[in-house]
Each structure stands twice: as C-alpha cells, then as structure tokens.
C-alpha cells in the first residue's frame, strides 16, 4: 500500500529542472562577449571619425579572432576538467587497492554526514567492498564531487562558445553594413546592441534562476558603460 501511493505521488509530482547547464553557461560566455566586445571596438572607431568600411572591417576581424581564441579558451577549460577527472579517478583506485580499510572507514564517515546509522550503512560498505567499480564511483561522487565528463564535452564547448560569440559579434556590426556614415551607423549600432543585451540578459536571467528584469538591466548597463569608454576614449586619443 505504501510502495503504491508512494509511486501515486512521484506521478503526481513531476520535477521540471534544466538539465543543459554546461550548454547554456557556453552560451552566455559566447553571446555576452560577442555582443560586448565588437560593440566597444565600433563605438570607439566611431569616436576616432572612422568609415563604417574600415570599422566593419576591422569588427569582422576582431569577431573571427575572438571567436578563436573564445573558443579555444572554452576547449581548454573542459580538457583540463577531463584531465583533472581522470587523475583524480587513478588516485582514487590506487587508494582504494593500497589502503581499502582506509577507504571504508571514509565511506561510512560519509554516509554518517546523511545521517545514517551503523547499523544501517554497515551492509553499504561491505557491498562496495565486495564491488570496486562501485566503491570507485561512489568515491568519486560523494568524496570528491566530480562526475564522469562527457568525452566531447571539450569539442562542443569549443564549438557553442564560437558560434555564440560570432552571433553576438554581429549585432552590433549590422549596422555599419547598410549605413555608409558612421555617426548614424553608431546610433543604429547602439540602439541595436542595447536592445539585444537587454532579451539575452533576460533571458540569461530566466535560464539561470536569477531575476530576469534585474538580469535585463545589469547584462545592457554593463554593454553601455563599456562602449561608452571606448568611444570617449577615442574622442580623447583624437584630440
């Protein structure tokens, strides 16, 4: 009876969480860069009387080169994760074939910190003592914390993280490709970039559990203060 209602109420509560974590923190390195960094490159151009042809010109590169090196810096980032897994993994076996009353004793310890008794954890223990690959992933999990990395995890954060970053790139660049004069191409540019800060940061926001609104408002303040400086910057060079 209670195996039955207990199944009764899982059915009931169906637990929606967002599960794509890893793609979506890719995806807000890529775009908040891409949206940030070519804006103020092009705000700033703008402010040293440059052509929309050679700010375009020199945004495109700027987008091609940072989606590059963002890409590669999002490779290393999940390589080095896989790395640091696997040696932790080895540790861990090496530990569990020299020192395996040790690693027991570490065990019950941390199913104690659950609040288990024991005469409870007790049967545990010997179970994982008679499965290494068991006791192995049990270690991993619960005394260090780590989860076996997907093996292309490295190549498809290369990947997010570059595609978002040359989506991003654009925004602000459109502009400068339909407006032949820069002082209007910049205020396209701006009002452009601004508009599209505001829907990612609310929609980094929403994916992320934080405010949206708040979010909205942070991700397009922190995009204007930075073409802001680059453009008064370049007014100062300039004069």
Same mark, same amino acid.
Do not use: C
């Given at each position: 009876?209670?195996?039955e209602l207990?199944?009764?109420?899982?059915n009931?509560?169906?637990?929606k969480?967002?599960?794509?974590?890893e793609?979506?923190?890719?995806i807000?390195i890529?775009v908040?860069?891409?949206l940030t960094v070519?804006?103020?490159?092009?705000?700033?151009?703008?402010?040293a009387?440059?052509s929309s042809?050679?700010?375009?010109t020199?945004g495109?590169?700027e987008v091609?080169?940072?989606?590059?090196?963002?890409g590669?810096? /999002?490779y290393?980032?999940?390589?080095?994760e896989?790395?640091h897994?696997?040696?932790?993994?080895?540790r861990?076996?090496e530990e569990?074939?020299?020192v395996p009353?040790?690693?027991a004793?570490?065990?019950?310890?941390?199913l104690?910190e659950?609040?288990?008794q024991p005469?409870e954890?007790?049967?545990v223990v010997?179970?994982l003592?008679?499965n290494p690959? $068991?006791?192995?992933?049990?270690m991993?999990?619960?005394?260090?914390?780590?989860?076996k990395?997907?093996?292309?995890r490295?190549?498809?954060s290369?990947l997010?993280?570059?595609?978002a970053?040359?989506i991003?790139g654009?925004?602000p660049?459109a502009?400068?490709m339909f407006?032949?004069?820069?002082k209007q191409?910049?205020?396209?540019?701006?009002?452009l970039?601004?508009?599209?800060?505001?829907?990612?940061g609310y929609a980094k /926001?929403?994916?992320t559990?934080?405010k949206?609104?708040?979010?909205a408002?942070?991700?397009a303040?922190?995009g204007a203060?930075?073409s802001?400086a $680059?453009?008064?910057?370049?007014?100062?060079?300039?004069?």
């Amino acid at each position: 009876m209670a195996r039955e209602l207990n199944t009764s109420l899982l059915n009931q509560h169906k637990e929606k969480h967002f599960t794509a974590g890893e793609i979506v923190r890719d995806i807000i390195i890529g775009v908040s860069d891409g949206l940030t960094v070519p804006f103020a490159l092009a705000a700033g151009l703008s402010g040293a009387n440059a052509s929309s042809a050679i700010i375009l010109t020199a945004g495109i590169a700027e987008v091609a080169a940072g989606a590059i090196s963002m890409g590669l810096g /999002g490779y290393l980032a999940a390589k080095s994760e896989a790395d640091h897994y696997v040696r932790e993994l080895k540790r861990e076996q090496e530990e569990i074939i020299a020192v395996p009353d040790t690693e027991a004793a570490e065990v019950a310890e941390i199913l104690s910190e659950y609040g288990i008794q024991p005469h409870e954890y007790t049967p545990v223990v010997n179970a994982l003592r008679k499965n290494p690959q $068991a006791w192995l992933d049990f270690m991993m999990k619960f005394e260090l914390g780590l989860e076996k990395p997907d093996p292309k995890r490295a190549l498809h954060s290369a990947l997010t993280i570059a595609i978002a970053y040359i989506i991003g790139g654009l925004v602000p660049l459109a502009p400068y490709m339909f407006i032949p004069v820069a002082k209007q191409a910049v205020l396209a540019s701006v009002a452009l970039t601004i508009m599209a800060l505001l829907i990612f940061g609310y929609a980094k /926001g929403y994916f992320t559990g934080s405010k949206p609104i708040r979010s909205a408002l942070q991700t397009a303040l922190i995009g204007a203060i930075a073409s802001a400086a $680059a453009f008064g910057m370049a007014k100062a060079v300039q004069a």
